[in-house]
């Protein structure tokens, strides 16, 4: 039987067009690099920054305190909308009454029609008074709530930018970042002359193609990743297309920015 050719690129092994179906799959080696998302912390409302819960390194679970805004004039914005609901229900109630006992009156005759609409449409525009006055206080509260920046992602403080006592503006002042560390991604440069190849042996999906990753210290590559980015661009300066894999990270050994070893495998048909 006629022997298997193969063809060496960049040090890779790669099955002509010719191999057989029983020939080991595909495989290419990489150096890549891990990432993590970023997010930059802001407050959503304007005021001195009372306290900051974490320290920068620190690790934070979606949902925990990070930095407290002096609340007191948002709670009082919050009991001035509560009291503007107790002024509203008040008016309304007048207003039904009213309504209902102009209602009497037309009914023995004792006034016009004109009367009773003007008292109906007095009691819709304090009904609808009362939802307005409902609506500020939900607003007030949900602004009061703010005062408690809380983290949006899991992962660890990279950086405290203002400290506590600094006044902050809604939107605009940065207080600091949190950077996911689980996953991780890890990017890596595959070279045109490969991504052809794959593209001409219909491998250029994510589900065709396998990825392991190894770190310094580690022997081969122990970490199974699952590679969901196939960037549709070669880089002229590198000439590389960009893929990126998510890797697991839940004891949070891994940091973003590590040097890693990718291993890409053509998965079996």
């Not at 990825?211 to 970490?223: D, K, L, N, S, Y």
Request: charged share 25%.
């Amino acid at each position: 039987m006629r022997a298997a050719i193969f063809i060496l690129v960049a040090g890779l092994t790669v099955p002509s067009a010719g191999s057989r179906a029983d020939d080991p799959p595909a495989v290419w080696e990489f150096t890549g690099r891990t990432e993590g998302v970023a997010v930059e912390v802001r407050s959503r409302v304007t005021g001195l920054l009372t306290r900051v819960a974490v320290q920068e390194g620190g690790a934070v679970m979606k949902g925990d305190l990070l930095a407290e805004i002096d609340p007191r004039e948002h709670q009082l914005n919050l009991d001035e909308a509560r009291a503007g609901i107790k002024m509203a229900e008040a008016r309304s109630r007048a207003a039904r009454i009213k309504a209902a006992n102009t209602r009497e009156l037309l009914e023995k005759r004792a006034i016009g029609q004109s009367e009773l609409d003007l008292a109906m449409a007095a009691r819709e525009e304090s009904e609808a008074t009362l939802i307005i006055a409902e609506v500020e206080a939900r607003r007030a509260e949900l602004t009061l709530s703010w005062t408690r920046i809380i983290a949006p992602i899991n992962g660890r403080v990279s950086l405290i930018e203002t400290n506590e006592g600094g006044l902050v503006a809604a939107d605009q002042t940065p207080i600091l970042t949190v950077v996911a560390t689980e996953p991780l991604y890890v990017t890596f440069g595959v070279p045109e002359t490969i991504l052809l190849q794959l593209r001409r042996d219909g491998l250029c999906e994510p589900g065709k193609l396998r990825v392991a990753v190894g770190f310094a210290t580690e022997e081969g590559f122990p970490h199974p990743a699952k590679l969901n980015l196939i960037g549709p661009e070669i880089d002229p300066s590198t000439g590389s297309a960009r893929f990126r894999a998510t890797v697991p990270n839940p004891e949070g050994f891994l940091s973003p920015g590590m040097s890693a070893r990718v291993r890409l495998t053509a998965s079996p048909a």
